[in-house]
């Protein structure tokens, strides 16, 4: 039983299942949560305890989908987790595999000892299916059937798809599915095997059918939006939706190898890759629809892609010897025509019995039926009737009973739009926000932070967690004593780099004790430290290609590191921030630096960059007490109007910067933040240094700025240059001008220790966004 409606139809005293109440939320026993909040506490506990990536994690994962999708026995520590079940959609074609390996063999025993013939068997098999899996995605065949065959709304769908009754459009499609499956499966008959890409027969088919058709359940996951379902079991599904980047590129892909190798044994690399073609185009035409019906996908509708894919599958090895034939009929008529694409269709409009005219007219077809749906009749999620219950997504009631759109499903239509630009999106989540059951920009800075994660997200519910820290640490040759080389421009000895390093490994570090009490992940990178490399187990990570021999150069005698090293370290802190996306499906990175030296590089940076004048940049940096140390500052202008006349006339662009008078670490937090812009990633950035760092990549990429979050008003006075001309950057360049930093403590540490503070007050503005309610709700009383 799926989904019923335990507490339906109380109030007049009759049943609508046989099952005790809770009987089916107790199955999705991963989570406890009752709200969206507890929900990303709960995921974000998950990937930082039992759920970390582990081989025990993944062997848990493939047990979590066994038992979800089968009635076979697994082991009594397994329990179906929504954090395992989306990780174990890597090895749903695995578990498929296995299930088509079960029912070939009741095949084969039907035909090759019973002497049935193979439409009997086919029922036999059949048979054994319903057995192993409980029917699972036949019921999510029906319920869809019924849903979209007998909706008209998004709501209407979603309501009878919940609905555990079969309807008619349920009956008729399940007839009609089995129907084909015995007929295919007959007409391909008896099984013939073979490992070397030759097999035939119904029992081979199976195999691969019941392996590849579930690759469109990942893949779907991956690439749409997963519909959160109102049912006895929302908690469940609620992990899931907010969870589902959990599955990922990788996992996806290892699913794609898993289902081209079963494929390729049976059939060969040929039709292993015509198969899996056909299965992706057809899940991507299927997330197509669903989201136009839908808004999205859900179980259902992923069981119902499976079972129609099924289908596909058998139908494609069934005419494989026709389908090859037809492609190279095709390849031959471009081959042969002296004219291209002109000739090609004048040859199919003259003889429309061939392979070629038929193609092209499946493809026209398709096009215009495209077009129509684009262009004629619902928008892509239809507004619910002003009688379904009120919700946030749905539309609301004018005085005379028409439904409009509320105001977070503008917003909503806006953000998804594939058309909008991210001025656009910023726009209207800051409308909405404006909406809500307070004055109008009352909430400041907050209100900014919800509307542009929103923006970055393309949801008006943007997911802010789980958050990840990542720190670099090197070291700078200016900071050396002049005796080594250097210009001594820090009061502290270039040897307090390793030690802070020591101290962030034993977790006694300021960014340890901060990351630990506000639920953040650390990882702290060595990009150039000196002194000799340390065996580190936990926090701490020594790049591979960290800078040798003590990180960069005095740049006062010199540029502080070749093209090719600043390049390194650029692409280290791209491959670190989506370390931190990939393994950890972080949502917002807080960045940070170590570094004896790095304020010298950084308002060297930002005087070279802004044109600023290099006293009202020159800060006192790390100092020995309360005060900045005056003669140290007049000192550090020193070095850094030096720096500037030695390298100035030389410097064109951002990267150019960094090699003359930049950091391995600011290097690779520029890396970071081109990384975060690419993938959309929130980040939170920290004090002077990483403003610095900001400087230089929004000058080399000015979509940076959509991701920018500055944390906090440093102590270190060429911060606010930095920040101006960032926000002149965006502003020439369309985007919306990130506001100033949020918090004024008079911080400077550094180590991230600014931004990290700072993440309960990005965590608050998704709050904002999704929890708080409308004018319009309280008065309403919805």
């Known amino acids: 039983t ?28 991963g989570t406890n949560a009752s709200s969206r909040v507890q929900v990303l506490d709960e995921i ?94 036949e019921d999510g065949l029906g319920d869809a059937a019924d849903g979209l065959g007998g909706g008209w709304t998004r709501a209407q769908v979603l309501k009878i798809m919940t609905d555990t009754r079969l309807g008619t459009y349920g009956v008729c499609i399940l007839i009609l599915h089995a129907f084909l499956k015995f007929q295919l499966m007959g007409a391909l008959g008896i099984s013939i095997w073979s490992v070397h890409g030759d097999s035939s027969g119904a029992g081979p088919a199976l195999v691969v059918m019941q392996t590849c058709s579930r690759l469109t359940a990942p893949f779907l996951i991956r690439t749409r939006n997963y519909v959160d379902e109102v049912c006895p079991k929302s908690p469940f599904y609620s992990f899931m939706v907010q969870a589902k980047y959990l599955v990922s590129w990788e996992r996806v892909a290892f699913a794609t190898l898993t289902c081209f190798l079963v494929a390729s044994t049976l059939y060969g690399i040929q039709m292993a890759a015509v198969l899996i073609l056909g299965v992706l185009l057809f899940a991507q035409y299927a997330g197509a629809y669903g989201e136009y019906r839908l808004g999205g996908v859900m179980g259902d509708y992923l069981g119902a892609t499976i079972c129609v894919t099924e289908i596909l599958i058998l139908v494609i090895i069934l005419a494989k010897d026709s389908v090859m034939a037809s492609w190279v009929q095709m390849l031959e008529a471009f081959r042969n025509s002296n004219t291209g694409l002109t000739d090609v269709l004048a040859d199919a409009w003259q003889e429309p019995n061939t392979s070629m005219a038929v193609v092209i ?70 409308t909405y926000l404006d909406c809500l059951a307070k004055p109008v920009f009352s909430l400041g800075t907050l209100e900014e932070w919800a509307a542009r994660l929103a923006a970055l997200q393309r949801t008006t519910r943007p997911v802010v967690n789980p958050v990840a820290c990542l720190i670099f640490a090197a070291d700078h040759g200016v900071a050396k004593s002049v005796d080594d080389g250097g210009e001594g421009c820090s009061l502290y000895p270039q040897a307090v780099t390793k030690s802070v390093l020591v101290g962030l490994e034993r977790g006694i570090a300021g960014a340890s004790v901060l990351a630990k009490a506000n639920n953040v992940s650390l990882r702290v990178v060595d990009v150039g430290v000196a002194g000799d490399d340390t065996k580190y187990n936990n926090i701490v990570h020594v790049s591979p290609d960290k800078l040798k021999g003590g990180g960069t150069a005095n740049f006062c005698t010199g540029p502080a590191m070749t093209c090719e090293e600043v390049e390194r370290c650029i692409r280290v802190g791209r491959d670190e921030l989506a370390k931190c996306v990939l393994d950890q499906g972080a949502k917002a990175v807080v960045l940070g630096e170590v570094g004896i030296g790095n304020t010298t590089s950084s308002s060297a940076l930002v005087a070279q960059l802004t044109d600023a004048n290099v006293d009202s940049v020159c800060g006192g940096g790390a100092t020995l007490s309360r005060h900045a140390d005056q003669a140290a500052i007049n000192k550090k202008v020193a070095i850094v109007k030096k720096a500037l006349k030695l390298h100035g006339r030389h410097i064109k662009g951002g990267t150019e910067a960094l090699a003359r008078v930049g950091g391995a670490e600011i290097a690779a937090l520029v890396g970071a933040m081109l990384e975060a812009s690419e993938r959309d990633v929130a980040i939170l950035v920290d004090g002077f240094i990483v403003t610095a760092a900001a400087l230089v990549a929004a000058s080399i990429s000015p979509n940076a700025c959509r991701n920018m979050f500055f944390s906090s008003q440093s102590a270190e006075k060429g911060q606010a240059a930095a920040i101006e001309f960032i926000q002149r950057i965006a502003a020439s360049n369309g985007i919306p001008v990130p506001p100033s930093p949020a918090l004024a403590m008079n911080l400077r540490m550094g180590e991230a220790s600014a931004a990290l503070l700072a993440v309960p007050i990005l965590r608050s503005s998704v709050a904002i966004l999704s929890e708080m309610g409308t004018i319009q709700d309280i008065l309403t009383g919805n």
Not at 19 to 25: I, P, Q
Not at 62 to 91: E, K, N, S
Not at 402 to 412: C, G, K, L
């Open 361 to 430: 007219r499946f493809i026209v077809v398709i096009v215009l039926t495209k077009v129509w749906f684009d262009n004629v009749g619902f928008s892509s999620v239809p507004f619910d009737e002003p009688n379904e219950p009120s919700t946030d997504t749905e539309a609301t009631k004018e005085s005379n009973g028409i439904a409009i759109p509320s105001a977070r499903h503008e917003a909503e239509s806006v953000c998804k739009s594939p058309d909008a630009t991210f001025q656009e999106r910023y726009d209207a989540v800051r």
């Open 44 to 137: 974000t506990n998950f990937l930082t305890g039992e759920g970390k990536l582990s081989f025990a994690a993944e062997t848990r994962a493939f047990f979590t989908v066994w038992i979800f999708i089968t009635r076979l026995p697994a082991p009594t520590w397994v329990d179906l987790h929504p954090g395992f079940l989306m990780r174990g959609m890597a090895f749903f074609p695995l578990a498929g595999m296995i299930v088509g390996i079960l029912v070939s063999v009741w095949f084969d025993v039907s035909t090759v000892l019973l002497g049935l013939p193979p439409v009997v068997a086919a029922g036999i098999s059949q048979a054994a299916t319903f057995w192993a899996t409980l029917c699972f995605h």
């Open 2 to 29: 799926k989904n019923s409606a335990i507490n339906g139809n109380k109030k007049q005293g009759t049943a609508t299942t046989v099952l005790e109440a809770g009987t089916v939320e107790a199955r999705g026993i």
